[in-house]
């Protein structure tokens, strides 16, 4: 089971960091967030693989980070420098098995999902 907060409303420039509990153990194999605004597909933001290499949206190349702490069973977005096309509810998603790069962007492919979080960016 996941379970995401840390979403909220912010002005464009702010910083925000989404977490996603996982209440199981260990963590999935394949983690990753997603978001999804008004009247558009869901669509990938960011996912570790199961090396832990992280993959990210061209969108938020350079001001989005993922990152896990293993201890505490926790998968984190950091946002930076947000804008209002930000503006969405966000996902976390999880899958036990080895997906590859293709499977991690698509959202169509993990197994489980969070309850999502919305994050709004005003101008």
């Known amino acids: 089971q996941l379970q995401a907060f840390g979403g909220g409303l912010v002005q464009a420039g702010d910083s925000l960091r989404l977490s996603c509990v996982a209440s199981?153990?260990?963590?999935?194999?394949?983690m990753g967030w997603f978001r999804q605004a008004p009247g558009k597909e869901r669509e990938f933001v960011a996912a570790?693989?199961?090396?832990?290499?992280?993959y990210y949206a061209d969108s938020v190349k350079g001001r989005f980070t993922i990152f896990k702490d293993y201890e505490k069973n926790i998968l984190y977005l950091q946002m930076n420098s947000l804008k209002p096309e930000d503006t969405a509810v966000y996902y976390c998603?999880?899958?036990?098995?080895?997906?590859?790069?293709?499977?991690?962007?698509?959202?169509?492919?993990?197994?489980?999902w969070g309850q999502g979080t919305l994050v709004t960016v005003s101008s």
């Open positions: 998603a999880a899958d036990p098995l080895r997906l590859v790069r293709a499977q991690l962007m698509s959202h169509k492919r993990y197994d489980y």
């Open positions: 570790f693989g199961s090396s832990d290499e992280k």
């Open positions: 199981s153990r260990p963590f999935s194999v394949s």
